[in-house]
C-alpha cells in the first residue's frame, strides 16, 4: 500500500499525528489570568546595549590620551576611531573636548580641534573660542592672534564680547599695551561695551604709564556700577558693589533686605 499523506510517502505504513504534547521551549512561563499560562517569547530583535554619547567619548579620550605629541599619530587614531562611524560623532567629539578641557589638556585639544575642522565638522563659535583658549593656555601666541584675525575679520559685527575679553586679559598679562588698546579701540568702534574686568585692565594699565587724562576719560564713560545681580538659593538678587571688597557685612546686610523685600513682594503676588 502507498500512499502519500503529509507529503511524506510510506509503504504500508499511515503516518498519524502524535498524540504526544510538544515539550516547552521556554523557561519562563507568564500566567494569564484570562487564557492561562502562555510563554514569552525571547526578544531576538532587540540588540546588544549601545554605546551612548559619554561612553563613545570617554572612549576617544583614553584612545588618544596615551599618544605622542606627533600630528600624524594622533591623527590617525582619531580617523581610526571614526572609521566605522555612519555619520560623523560630533557630539561624542565635543563631549571629548570638554573632558579633556576640564583635564587642561590643551595640546590635546588643539589637536582634536584642528582635526574636527580639517573634517569640516564643528566649525562654531563655541569651537573656535575653545581653540582660542587652548592656544593661550599653551603660549602659541602668534597662532592665537592669526586665529582672532580670521575670526574678527569674518565675524566683525556678530563677534561675541569673551573674544575680545580673552585676547585683551592675554596681552595683558603679557605687558603688551598697544597691541591692547589697538583691540580696545575696535570694540569702540563696533559699540560692543566692554565688560568690567576689561575696564579695571584698562585703568591699571592708564594708572601704571601715568595717562591720568586717559583714566578719568575712560571711568566717567564706563563708571562702575552701584548695583549687581546675583543668585542666591535660586532667587536672583539684586546686591549693592562696593569699591572695595572689605566690606562683606555690608554686603550681607544688603542681600538679607534685598531676599526679604523679594519675600514681602511674593507673599502681596500671592495674596492678590
Not at 130 to 138: G, H, M
Not at 190 to 212: N, T, Y
Not at 217 to 227: A, D, G, M, R, V
Amino acid at each position: 500500500m502507498f500512499s502519500l499523506r503529509y507529503g511524506t510517502p510510506t509503504f504500508g505504513v499511515t503516518l498519524e499525528r502524535s498524540a504526544v504534547p510538544h515539550p516547552q521551549k521556554f523557561n519562563s512561563v507568564v500566567v494569564c489570568g484570562a487564557r492561562g499560562p502562555r510563554p514569552r517569547y525571547p526578544r531576538v530583535w532587540k540588540t546588544d546595549k549601545r554605546i551612548g554619547t559619554v561612553a563613545k567619548s570617554q572612549k576617544l579620550v583614553k584612545c588618544i590620551k596615551d599618544l605622542s605629541n606627533v600630528k600624524e599619530e594622533v591623527y590617525g587614531a582619531l580617523d581610526s576611531f571614526v572609521a566605522w562611524e555612519l555619520e560623523f560623532p560630533l557630539i561624542a567629539v565635543k563631549k571629548a573636548i570638554k573632558t579633556l578641557e576640564d583635564e587642561k589638556e590643551w595640546k590635546r585639544i588643539i589637536q582634536v580641534i584642528k582635526w574636527m575642522f580639517n573634517k569640516g565638522q564643528g566649525k562654531t563659535m563655541g569651537s573656535n573660542y575653545t581653540l582660542l583658549n587652548a592656544l593661550i593656555e599653551d603660549g602659541r601666541v602668534e597662532e592665537a592672534e592669526e586665529l582672532f584675525g580670521k575670526i574678527f575679520s569674518r565675524y566683525m559685527e556678530g563677534l561675541p564680547r569673551t573674544f575680545f575679553m580673552k585676547i585683551i586679559s592675554m596681552y595683558y598679562n603679557m605687558g603688551s599695551y598697544q597691541k591692547m588698546f589697538e583691540v580696545f579701540a575696535d570694540m569702540e568702534e563696533l559699540g560692543v561695551r566692554p565688560d568690567r574686568s576689561i575696564v579695571r585692565m584698562l585703568g591699571k594699565v592708564f594708572q601704571k604709564l601715568e595717562m591720568l587724562d586717559k583714566y578719568e576719560k575712560l571711568h566717567e564713560k564706563y563708571p562702575p556700577p552701584k548695583f549687581e545681580f546675583r543668585y542666591i538659593k535660586g532667587k536672583r538678587i539684586r546686591i549693592r558693589v562696593y569699591p572695595d571688597d572689605s566690606t562683606e557685612e555690608a554686603t550681607k546686610r544688603d542681600s538679607e533686605s534685598d531676599t526679604d523685600e523679594l519675600e514681602e513682594v511674593e507673599s502681596t503676588n500671592l495674596g492678590n
